[in-house]
């Protein structure tokens, strides 16, 4: 099915042509119409879905139908971070540029006072950030009584960082006539009691099972000695020939401590954390993008909505307390039907942490060891030993140089698969570009 066979005006579908799309994903595909017929919405879809396009396309048509020369927004949309604040509002903008609509962010870390001048040009749709919201809120800045729409975007995450009281002292701010739409990449009694209290009679939509990665991420697993992950880490990077890499540590101490260490070794990288000022954050970023250094290493502040196009690892440097922040920082890679792959390296004192992320997702994840950097799954009676003498390089790739891995048979923690562990040989991800958003 096209784009052009759901109903969306002349003026959204020229500015979805203008960036290469032709097909939409499955979760455009069933809100898009919906949202149109003016229903609530509850969709459960992964990161890297389009899930962005599935409401932003339908609330700019609805808004162009009626346009008002009120200066108040008419349209909110929530999300839980700066960055990804920053990128649904420019994708706001990009699909809405031939409609006479204003879009604007709304976020901490830089001043209020642009924003402020922005809000008294008028403007129709707010994408904001609760805490910086409730700022403009208490020195009546903005209007919120005007509101049609209400998108709660990456619901659970912003329920995660502790934001339920904002966003229900926000709600009570709107008018009680409104749409809502919410969306989240994964499911609890949490998110299902919002969605009770908020929507009337949605529609619920699901594009993935609940609380899983994204078919298109291949997750793997290093067992490695803590003291000997950032090694590692440089030699998978230069034994692969990475040109890109995100990386997630716990703590911004750890990931400032991690980019120095990196640039140590010969690999260019930067950290991006809550410490750094929105400035820094958005330089390390764009640099990342252009590819003007190898390595991002980020805290899970970048864990959502950051919109990477094509970017092919994702290293768990050491792995998130909470189960379903993993399936967020690897939704980082795979995205957009594009293939991933998402590493974990994995010290013996995470063995429990490994192992609620294995019930979370259903089944096992493969394990393997690099020869020299073995860890809490190398024993002496289990190891399957890959030689490099006995491979045979892959067409194209003469004399490639690999290196000795290990294979742990036995990590006696998690729920059993009941289907074939398969054994990886080599990194490299397939990018194909996807006609959808």
Excluded: C
């Excluded at 749409?179 to 299902?192: D, V, W």
């Excluded at 036995?410 to 080599?426: K, V, Y």
Aim: glycine share 8%.
């Amino acid at each position: 099915m096209l784009f052009s066979t759901l109903g969306l005006s002349a003026e959204l579908l020229r500015a979805v042509a203008a960036q290469g799309y032709i097909r939409p994903t499955p979760i455009q595909l069933q809100a898009i119409p919906a949202v149109l017929s003016r229903r609530d919405v509850l969709a459960g879809a992964q990161t890297g879905t389009g899930k962005t396009a599935a409401f932003a396309l339908p609330m700019l048509q609805l808004l162009s139908k009626s346009n008002s020369p009120q200066q108040s927004p008419r349209s909110l949309v929530l999300t839980p971070t700066r960055e990804l604040a920053a990128q649904v509002g420019e994708s706001v903008r990009t699909y809405g540029r031939h409609l006479p609509l204003r879009a604007m962010q709304i976020f901490g870390g830089v001043a209020m006072g642009p924003q402020l001048a922005q809000l008294r040009s008028g403007v129709d749709i707010v994408v904001a950030t609760p805490g910086r919201l409730l700022d403009h809120v208490r020195q009546r800045n903005v209007d919120l009584s005007t509101i049609e729409f209400l998108v709660l975007d990456e619901a659970d995450r912003m329920l995660d960082m502790g934001f339920i009281h904002d966003i229900r002292r926000i709600i009570g701010l709107l008018p009680r006539r409104r749409q809502n739409l919410l969306f989240s990449a994964t499911y609890s009694r949490e998110i299902e009691q919002l969605a009770k209290g908020l929507l009337h009679d949605p529609m619920r939509i699901e594009v993935a099972r609940r609380n899983t990665a994204a078919e298109t991420v291949e997750q793997l697993v290093y067992s490695v000695a803590k003291e000997r992950k950032r090694e590692l880490l440089s030699h998978l990077i230069r034994a692969h020939g990475w040109s890109r890499v995100l990386v997630f540590t716990r703590t911004k101490h750890g990931a400032n401590r991690l980019a120095q260490q990196l640039e140590h070794d010969g690999i260019t990288a930067t950290a991006i954390h809550g410490n750094k000022s929105q400035g820094a954050r958005t330089r390390a970023l764009a640099e990342f993008k252009r590819e003007a250094v190898r390595t991002l290493v980020a805290t899970d502040i970048a864990a959502r909505g950051l919109d990477i196009n094509r970017l092919p690892h994702v290293v768990n440097f050491e792995l998130p307390q909470t189960p379903g922040d993993y399936v967020h920082r690897i939704g980082r890679t795979g995205r957009a039907g594009s293939n991933g792959t998402a590493i974990s390296l994995v010290s013996a004192d995470e063995r429990g942490l490994l192992a609620n992320i294995e019930k979370l997702l259903g089944r096992r994840i493969d394990t393997e060891m690099v020869a020299g950097f073995e860890g809490f799954g190398s024993t002496p009676e289990s190891p399957v030993v890959s030689r490099a003498s006995e491979r045979r390089p892959r067409s194209g790739q003469p004399g490639r140089k690999e290196h000795t891995r290990v294979r742990s048979s036995n990590r006696g923690n998690g729920p059993r698969d009941s289907g074939p562990r398969h054994r990886r040989r080599e990194h490299g991800t397939l990018n194909k570009r996807n006609p959808g958003i």
